[in-house]
């Protein structure tokens, strides 16, 4: 069944920085003529799913001031509890794991915790349980909300499940649906639903934030997040750098010709880690040698222009595009079942040659 409650790992239900112009305006005209689905969409890691639970908890408060959350009355105090009886979560049940929650559907048990892997998808059992739950009347006679993410991890029946109680809407309930990918979410559903696009923030304002939440040296980890401050807040409490160990050892070994050598021993580090991980910070390495040889400033990771630098001279132009659309296709299938080791030694030989 889908989430009465909120990841473990969320922080209080208040709007970031530089949420909280676009969150007055969108919620200050009052609640009588809010649309009932909303599409919160925008780039990955400025703080989204932050935007839809303050949304949310502005939505189920019983004394909202200037249509924002009070953060005083029985309901702002359920929400943060993550025991509101007007409230539901639906993500998939790796996402809930991955964020402190527990898995949707059955009890757990010694069975079932090793009958497979949590599934990516939300799943068609989610999407019945919600409608039956929306079918009840609300415990506090207001309003019931729904938080969906990401909205493109519906499975096909699941995604038609949703579009039916969508087109259908029940009094007094909203959907708050987020994606980082609208175009992968059915156009149906988007055309069901009003779009609230969010937007990151300035580059100045971010690291200001990121200096608030004690991060010592936030320009590096917001590059390599692409300017994404939620994303590097993340990244800076994991790791003492922006970018992994491994990556500058890689970058100088390229650049020296010595990838060859140097793949064996890295995959068997590399497979260690999801590898939708270290394919990211390949991405985007490959990006910043493509920007050094257009004569431009790397954007990813600029504490490694030397040695990005000299790895650009050394690839041409075409092998390395080639290389970066391979990097893609790799992405695609990096969690389908596979031997670890040999994708990722693989992956850096294919690199290597591209380097040669």
């Not at 991980?277 to 910043?288: F, I, K, P, T, Y």
Request: net charge neutral; with cysteine.
């Amino acid at each position: 069944m889908s989430d009465a409650g909120l990841p473990t790992d969320t922080p209080e239900p208040v709007f970031l920085p530089w949420q909280a112009a676009t969150a007055a305006a969108w919620l200050g005209g009052g609640r009588e003529r809010f649309a009932h689905a909303w599409l919160l969409h925008g780039q990955a890691g400025i703080g989204k799913r932050q935007f839809a639970w303050a949304a949310a908890a502005s939505l189920l408060c019983e004394q909202p001031r200037h249509g924002l959350a009070c953060g005083e009355c029985p309901a702002c105090r359920w929400l943060r509890q993550g025991n509101h009886p007007d409230f539901r979560v639906v993500r998939p049940d790796a996402v809930a794991l991955a964020e402190g929650g527990q898995e949707a559907g059955e009890p757990e048990t010694d069975a079932s915790r090793a009958k497979k892997t949590p599934s990516r998808e939300i799943r068609i059992e989610q999407v019945r349980e919600l409608e039956r739950w929306i079918t009840t009347a609300t415990h506090r006679g207001g309003w019931r909300v729904v938080l969906l993410y990401p909205l493109h991890s519906l499975n096909p029946y699941a995604a038609n499940a949703l579009l039916k109680m969508l087109e259908e809407p029940p009094a007094h309930t909203v959907f708050l649906m987020v994606t980082d990918a609208p175009d992968r979410v059915l156009p149906t559903l988007l055309s069901r639903s009003r779009r609230l696009p969010l937007a990151a923030p300035e580059p100045d304002e971010a690291q200001a934030w990121l200096e608030s939440m004690g991060v010592a040296e936030p320009g590096g980890f917001l590059a390599a997040a692409g300017q994404a401050p939620v994303a590097a807040l993340a990244m800076a409490r994991q790791h003492d750098k922006a970018w992994p160990e491994w990556l500058p050892l890689w970058l100088e070994g390229l650049g020296r010709g010595q990838g060859r050598a140097l793949a064996a021993r890295l995959a068997g580090d590399l497979e260690k880690q999801p590898a939708t991980e270290w394919l990211a910070v390949l991405q985007r390495a490959v990006c910043d040698l493509q920007w050094q040889q257009n004569g431009l400033e790397p954007r990813y990771y600029p504490g490694l222009a030397q040695a990005s630098g000299a790895l650009a001279s050394r690839c041409g132009k075409v092998p390395l595009a080639e290389f970066s659309r391979h990097l893609a296709q790799q992405i695609r299938i990096a969690n389908h079942p596979l031997n670890a080791r040999l994708f990722a030694q693989a992956t850096l030989l294919r690199m290597a040659e591209t380097a040669a």
